[in-house]
């Protein structure tokens, strides 16, 4: 952690920049791990380092298709569970019976298959992400 150095600092720098020239210093500060933007530009002037995070976007996509995906999963875990709870108020028809029968055998599979996804999904992501 860096020393705290900023109780005799009095002088202030005032800096005009375009839009554009904001953009790619903001960018660069977002990259970086410092926590405030002034601290970020006195390591930059003072040519001291800046630790930087690198992301891998075509990662970041697949993260971002894999929490998607569980997110569509979960809504048909859900539709299957009304439309069973639906099926199990005809219980007056056999075939209805036979057939809810079938649909739960076939939900316990997509469960649990569900559930396999996000297990792998999870420790995927929180492997990346280094949590």
């Known amino acids: 952690m860096m020393k705290r150095e900023n109780s005799n600092r009095t002088?202030?720098?005032?800096?005009?920049?375009?839009?554009?020239e904001?953009?790619?210093?903001e960018k660069r500060f977002r990259a970086s791990t410092c926590r405030k933007?002034?601290?970020h530009i006195r390591r930059h002037l003072f040519n001291k380092p800046?630790?930087?995070?690198?992301?891998?976007?075509?990662?970041?996509?697949?993260?971002?298709?894999?929490?998607t995906l569980n997110s569509e999963l979960?809504?048909?875990?859900?539709?299957?569970?009304?439309?069973?709870?639906?099926?199990?108020?005809?219980?007056?028809?056999?075939?209805f019976k036979t057939q809810v029968f079938w649909f739960e055998v076939d939900k316990?599979?997509?469960?649990?298959?569900?559930?396999?996804?996000?297990?792998?999904?999870?420790?995927?992501?929180e492997q990346w992400l280094q949590l």
């Open 11 to 20: 002088r202030i720098v005032g800096l005009r920049l375009t839009p554009l």
């Open 37 to 39: 933007l002034s601290d």
């Open 22 to 25: 904001y953009a790619v210093l």
């Open 108 to 125: 316990k599979k997509l469960f649990e298959k569900m559930e396999e996804i996000k297990i792998h999904s999870q420790k995927f992501s």
């Open 50 to 67: 800046i630790v930087t995070t690198y992301r891998n976007a075509s990662f970041d996509d697949y993260i971002e298709e894999t929490m």
């Open 74 to 95: 979960d809504s048909i875990g859900n539709n299957i569970n009304q439309i069973a709870k639906k099926m199990n108020s005809f219980k007056t028809i056999s075939d």
